[in-house]
């Protein structure tokens, strides 16, 4: 089944820790996103990638890195430079230079402890 | 830059009512699309419907139907005969042209009631 993977579902990280979000996707599109979301809020986005080993920055990147090595992935590192780093975070694709609908994961749930 | 305006935070419907959910959008290329998303208690994003600029007719998808009216740049969701399982956020997205960075606006949570 095609589809985008995310994972894990939820994930904890000590203050100070780097972690890295996957997201896979086997669907053959040139397009990645992340997103952030926080509670009752919307989707800001993080970083974006229109083709491999090319990538820009959203709304939202101080604090986070991303890599496009392989088409079929795109993680993301939240640093520890990322103040407010809580979030739910999803990944989403598309076929590039067409306005057709993103794919999205199930999301990742992060929390700082 | 993109702008989708969503003025509603929150709606309530009762089951098998039809319900509006806006949305306004401000841009200034020719050619774009606009979705809907669903985004359930579980947070997943759930693709509902596409309307391109260019297209006549306005876009429906079974229970789903976008009332497009381009002059006012508004783009909003009816939804009818609701059932408890429509209860969720919905957001209204904006995909610029040949780009395809998507755009999202805040949100409407939408309760369905018996």
């Known amino acids: 089944d095609g589809g985008i993977t995310q994972s894990p579902k939820y994930l904890f990280r000590k203050e100070g820790q780097n972690v890295t979000l996957s997201c896979e996707q086997n669907?053959?599109?040139?397009?990645m996103y992340w997103y952030r979301q926080d509670p009752g809020q919307g989707l800001r986005l993080i970083y974006y990638?229109?083709?491999?080993?090319?990538?820009q920055k959203g709304d939202i990147a101080e604090g986070y890195s991303v890599s496009r090595e392989k088409k079929e992935s795109f993680p993301l590192t939240v640093t520890s430079a990322q103040k407010n780093p809580t979030a739910f975070y999803l990944c989403a694709s598309s076929i590039h230079g067409e306005s057709t609908e993103a794919f999205f994961g199930q999301g990742t749930r992060l929390t700082v402890v | 830059a993109q702008k989708i305006t969503q003025t509603q935070p929150g709606m309530f419907v009762q089951e098998k009512e039809a319900v509006t959910l806006d949305c306004t959008y401000d841009t200034s290329d020719q050619s774009y699309g606009l979705f809907w998303y669903k985004q359930p208690s579980s947070g997943e994003m759930i693709f509902l419907i596409y309307q391109g600029s260019y297209d006549e007719q306005n876009a429906t998808e079974g229970r789903y139907s976008l009332n497009f009216q381009k002059a006012r740049k508004s783009a909003n969701l009816v939804i009818s005969a609701s059932q408890l399982g429509d209860s969720a956020m919905y957001f209204c997205?904006?995909?610029?042209?040949?780009?395809?960075?998507?755009?999202f606006g805040t949100g409407t949570q939408l309760k369905v009631e018996l």
């Open positions: 990638s229109q083709i491999v080993n090319d990538f």
């Open positions: 997205v904006d995909a610029t042209g040949g780009g395809n960075k998507l755009t």
């Open positions: 669907l053959n599109h040139d397009a």
